[in-house]
């Protein structure tokens, strides 16, 4: 899998950028905050890599929280990569966690391809969506975000979870260990 690219931009478009390394030129999807953020005839990118049936498909972001962002959005049923790449184009992340937090239907609607059943979902989905400037908060909270989606997928409600782990900190692994032996006392 792909995780990061860093090379020359031979072709670039608002969101999109073919990118040589080494002899071959790869096709990344990319943001317009991500797009506007590159200067300059070399790109390094954070990648999301999404393998379909019929394609091979790289996005790239400039930052870890506009890819942390995507990857959120990608989980939502009903949001693709395009709406997701549409919503990392529109509002940074800090504004998108803004938007979630006062559940503001309005302001996601102007998105292209999300109407009003789709954003009343993505901001149900997302209540917990937080992100910060602090690397090291950024981290933690992406812990606690994937802690929290490990033991959705066991079973657990979402409200369960963010009472057991109200105030942790640690590794994913840590939290989940902890999450669980919380919730068995419930």
Same mark, same amino acid.
């Given at each position: 899998? &792909?995780?990061?690219?860093?090379?020359?931009?031979?072709?670039?478009?608002?969101?999109?950028?073919? +990118?040589?390394?080494? %002899?071959? =030129?790869? @096709?990344?999807?990319? *943001?317009?905050?991500? *797009?506007?953020?590159?200067?300059? *005839?070399?790109?390094?990118?954070?990648?999301?890599? &999404? +393998?379909?049936?019929?394609?091979?498909?790289?996005?790239?972001?400039?930052? #870890? !929280?506009e890819k942390k962002m995507f990857d959120t959005l990608l989980k939502i049923n009903g949001v693709g990569p395009k709406v997701a790449l549409a919503v990392c184009s529109t509002f940074t992340p800090e504004a998108f966690a803004k938007i979630v937090s006062a559940k503001d239907v309005a302001m996601l609607k102007?998105?292209? %391809?999300?109407?009003? #059943?789709?954003? !009343?979902?993505?901001?149900?989905?997302?209540?917990?969506?937080?992100? =910060?400037?602090? /690397?090291?908060? @950024?981290?933690?909270? %992406?812990?606690?975000? /994937?802690? =929290?989606?490990?033991?959705?997928?066991?079973?657990?409600?979402?409200?369960? +979870?963010?009472?057991?782990?109200? %105030?942790? !900190?640690? !590794?994913?692994?840590?939290?989940?260990?902890?999450?669980?032996?919380?919730?068995?006392?419930?």
């Amino acid at each position: 899998m &792909i995780v990061g690219i860093e090379g020359e931009i031979v072709y670039k478009e608002p969101t999109l950028l073919h +990118i040589f390394i080494n %002899g071959l =030129t790869y @096709e990344v999807n990319v *943001s317009i905050n991500s *797009s506007s953020a590159i200067d300059g *005839s070399r790109a390094k990118l954070f990648v999301t890599q &999404i +393998i379909r049936e019929d394609a091979n498909l790289l996005y790239g972001f400039a930052t #870890k !929280s506009e890819k942390k962002m995507f990857d959120t959005l990608l989980k939502i049923n009903g949001v693709g990569p395009k709406v997701a790449l549409a919503v990392c184009s529109t509002f940074t992340p800090e504004a998108f966690a803004k938007i979630v937090s006062a559940k503001d239907v309005a302001m996601l609607k102007r998105v292209p %391809g999300i109407g009003p #059943k789709a954003a !009343s979902r993505i901001l149900v989905e997302l209540a917990d969506f937080i992100v =910060t400037g602090d /690397e090291q908060k @950024e981290e933690g909270s %992406g812990a606690i975000l /994937e802690a =929290t989606m490990a033991l959705e997928s066991l079973g657990f409600k979402k409200d369960a +979870i963010k009472k057991a782990l109200a %105030g942790e !900190s640690g !590794s994913v692994e840590e939290l989940v260990k902890i999450g669980l032996k919380k919730m068995q006392r419930l």
